[in-house]
Each structure stands twice: as structure tokens, then as C-alpha cells.
């Protein structure tokens, strides 16, 4: 019998490993064994902790993006064989059982420690997507994690041009600068005026707020330019307080756009969105392709048993850290 291992968080700041037991796949089922996961900074961070807007229960089996190998599947299973790469939506553990509808082999030129990108990638896309960017409209992007940077690439491959990475952090700039940015700006008191400065109009035309910073929505909103569009990409963590929506708003004729990834279609695509599954297909495409270069933003790999240092280091909320992969070999 396969003994499993999984990461779980049993309250509010404590996480552990427990053993567990995979059952046999059943029909339309497939049993995987882990390569690599990744941890989704922002979003495992606040469900870990607790923050704002994250209503865990626990306990709490984190994570979503996963690479493995087939190890078992069950009838009626077609496209896969045993032995075969695949992504999935799947937590943190050495094996899961999943339906095999939900899995997309991963092309053998393509490292596992890259395909894991996916979702994230796509989380990015689907929000991009909303945008509805045209060829030669500007764009800015608020925050510089592995979402925003992920999101000024493929704002650039839907003709974002010039596509500004903003954040505090001129390290992390740097690294946006070399995946997906044309300009960046750190972000300041006189950002508004920075923003239109390098720009030479009244700002951009999309602003894509990928940090989930309550305050960083009136500044989304404030750096727009008239009749522009604000993408709600990054989760936000409590109340935005003291916005002015006849200033900020209503009289620039802004357009908000809500971008959390559960607005997707579940069955059919349609102009601006599209199911995850397509989507997720779309990034593999990309990443194989190498038109979205990844690998720069793996910042730290941790073995598997040290999960929990590994989310040590996440509760410190370390800037440096991007892409944070756990290594099930």
C-alpha cells in the first residue's frame, strides 16, 4: 500500500506533515506522485494566517499547483498513461487522486520546476484577459510578486505598450524588468505625477492591482487615466477606506473589473473568459514555447520534509521571495 505525505495547517499559523493513505483511483480517476509544487505566496500566506477576506476552516490542506507523474488510473481513463507528466490544480502532498479531466501533460523540453508556473500563470492571464488590452494602450501594474510580474508579460504579449512594473521594492523591479516590464517606477507619495511624467499623457489606460493592498485600490483608481480600466487582480485584505468615487471614479468614467479567478466559466469560453482548463492549456503553451520565461523568478526550493520552514519563511512575508517550489523527489 502507497503511504502518502501532505502539508497541513491545523490552526492559524501551525503547519505540520501528516501520512496518509491514497485510496485506488476509480473510474475517470488518476493517482499521481509529486515532482514539484508550488507555493502561491500571497494567497497560501493569507489562509495560513488567517488575513483578511480568507475564510479557512481548518484543518487546512494548502496548496494548487502540482506537477507529477501518473503512478495509477482507473477505467475509463483515455490520454493518459502511466509514467506521463502532468499539471493539476493539487494541494501539497506526495501523491493525490484527482479526475483525470482536471490533468494536462507537460511537453518533455519543459522542466518540471517551470510547468508548476502554471497556475499562477493563469490566474495572471484570466485577469489580463478581463482587461481587454489593445495593441498600443498603456498599462501599469501595481506590485511585483510573482502574480503582477507573471501579468506585465502577458500584458506585453496582448500589446500593452509601454507595460510599467510599480513596487516598493527595487529588487523586485528588476527582476520585473527582465520578464515583463518595459518601465518600472517605485512606488512613492508622488507616484501619480511620476506615473503621467514617464507616460507624457494623463496616465494609463489599463492599471492592474496585483498586491491585494487595500490602499492600492484608491491608488489604482487615482493613476488611471480617464475612461481607463482598473483590474482587481490581487486579492484584497480588508476594507479600502477613503475612496472618493464621485472624484475617482464616476467622473473619469472608470471601468472596475473584479479579476478573482472563480469568475471563470465553468463549461464554455467566451470573449474575456475562459474556462480554466483552457486557460491552463494556454499557459503550458506559453511556457513550452518560452514566450513567458519563468525561471528567474524561483527564488528558493525547499525538500519536502522542511514544508514547514518553508512556510516559516512564507509568515515572514520576505520580498525576495517569488517563487517558492517544494521538491517531492
Not at 163 to 178: N, Y
Not at 266 to 295: F, M
Request: glycine share 10%.
Amino acid at each position: 500500500m502507497v503511504v502518502g505525505q501532505r502539508a497541513v495547517v491545523t490552526a492559524a499559523g501551525q503547519v505540520g506533515l501528516e501520512s496518509f493513505d491514497p485510496p485506488p483511483p476509480r473510474a475517470g480517476q488518476v493517482l499521481l506522485r509529486a515532482l514539484t509544487t508550488l507555493i502561491s505566496p500571497g494567497t497560501e500566506r493569507a489562509f495560513f494566517l488567517g488575513l483578511d477576506n480568507a475564510d479557512a476552516t481548518y484543518p487546512l490542506y494548502p496548496g494548487y499547483s502540482f506537477v507529477g507523474t501518473v503512478e495509477a488510473s482507473g477505467a475509463e481513463v483515455t490520454g493518459l498513461q502511466v509514467g506521463d507528466r502532468v499539471v493539476c490544480p493539487a494541494q501539497h502532498a506526495s501523491h493525490t487522486l484527482v479526475d483525470a479531466r482536471v490533468c494536462l501533460p507537460v511537453s518533455p523540453e519543459l522542466p518540471a520546476e517551470e510547468a508548476v508556473f502554471f497556475n499562477l500563470l493563469a490566474i495572471a492571464m484570466q485577469g489580463v484577459r478581463k482587461a481587454r488590452i489593445e495593441l498600443g494602450e498603456s498599462v501599469a501594474v501595481l506590485g511585483a510578486g510573482v502574480v503582477g510580474v507573471l501579468a506585465m508579460r502577458l500584458a506585453q504579449l496582448s500589446g500593452g505598450l509601454p507595460v510599467i512594473g510599480i513596487d516598493l521594492d527595487a529588487q523586485r523591479l528588476a527582476l520585473a524588468r527582465r520578464i515583463g516590464a518595459d518601465d518600472i517606477l517605485v512606488s512613492s507619495d508622488g507616484l501619480v505625477d511620476d506615473l503621467r511624467a514617464l507616460l507624457g499623457s494623463a496616465g494609463p489606460n489599463v492599471v492592474i492591482e496585483a498586491t491585494g493592498a487595500s490602499p492600492l485600490v484608491v491608488t489604482a483608481f487615482q493613476l488611471a487615466a480617464e475612461k481607463g480600466r482598473v483590474v482587481l487582480l490581487g486579492s484584497t485584505r480588508g476594507d479600502t477606506e477613503r475612496v472618493n468615487f464621485y472624484r475617482d471614479v464616476h467622473r473619469k468614467g472608470l471601468h472596475i473589473i473584479g479579476a478573482h479567478e472563480i469568475t471563470r466559466p465553468r463549461h464554455e469560453n467566451s470573449p474575456g473568459y475562459w474556462t480554466q482548463i483552457s486557460e491552463h492549456k494556454v499557459c503550458l503553451e506559453l511556457l513550452a514555447r518560452r514566450r513567458v520565461d519563468v525561471a528567474p523568478l524561483i527564488t528558493h526550493r525547499y525538500n519536502w520534509l522542511e514544508f514547514p520552514n518553508a512556510y516559516a519563511h512564507l509568515a515572514e512575508w520576505d520580498k525576495r521571495a517569488q517563487g517558492i517550489l517544494i521538491e517531492w523527489t
